[in-house]
């Protein structure tokens, strides 16, 4: 079983569309993440929530929207789409925060054209 | 504002050969964590390291932690082919989210 999974795998999509990407866990972790890796392989958090509370929010455009509905689930939602935006973006979970192993999905790789 | 650093970023050593990666972090951090991420693939946790003076191995490959320098090595002992892959340590700082800070990532390539 996929412990940390992200749909879809990959996306291509033109510049100004708004795009959403699902991630959902199985671990019964309280706190899950959002992290974007670009092109050079820099990895950077973006967001995270604990218990459905968004308890880290980074300096990222506000087109960009998290959303979680539960401890499970955390969705990443994308307005107006810009070439900048091309990354792969990962979501991972751990059971607090920051805590001792933190899981991470498959990526999400995203191209904006 | 903490930064981690690493070094080399890339690296590419013969099989058989020992090598040590290095990770700097500028500011006091409770834990380190050393991750491993194959090309296209998620990043799988390595160890992670919680207190001065932590040393941890799994198979060929040994992480420590020197709090007092703002240090961490990752040691690669007898290198072979399937270790090839990037790594990457990251730090954090105790608090109420503990920000997770990665550096730029190691590229091994390890040639037969």
């Known amino acids: 079983d996929t412990a940390v999974s992200q749909t879809p795998k990959y996306l291509v999509t033109q510049m100004g569309n708004d795009k959403s990407i699902k991630c959902e866990q199985n671990l019964g972790h309280d706190t899950m993440y959002w992290y974007k890796q670009d092109s050079k392989k820099f990895l950077k958090i973006m967001f995270s929530y604990n218990n459905k509370e968004l308890i880290i929010n980074e300096t990222v455009p506000n087109r960009f929207s998290p959303k979680s509905p539960d401890k499970a689930h955390l969705n990443l939602h994308i307005n107006s789409l810009e070439l900048g935006d091309s990354a792969v973006y990962f979501c991972a979970s751990s059971q607090v925060p920051h805590g001792n192993t933190i899981y991470f999905g498959e990526g999400s790789w995203l191209t904006v054209v | 504002e903490l930064k981690v650093e690493q070094n080399p970023l890339f690296l590419s050593m013969q099989e058989g050969k020992n090598y040590t990666i290095y990770c700097n972090y500028s500011?006091?951090?409770?834990?380190l964590y050393w991750y491993r991420q194959d090309p296209g693939k998620r990043l799988e946790s390595l160890f992670v390291?919680?207190?001065?003076?932590a040393v941890k191995q799994e198979g060929r490959l040994m992480a420590s932690l020197d709090t007092k320098a703002r240090l961490s090595t990752l040691h690669i002992t007898a290198a072979v082919h399937d270790l090839s892959a990037t790594y990457f340590c990251?730090?954090?700082?105790?608090?109420?989210?503990?920000?997770?800070?990665f550096g730029s990532g190691t590229q091994l390539t390890v040639l037969p």
């Open positions: 500011t006091t951090s409770d834990r």
């Open positions: 990251a730090a954090a700082i105790s608090g109420s989210a503990r920000q997770l800070t």
């Open positions: 390291l919680l207190s001065n003076g």
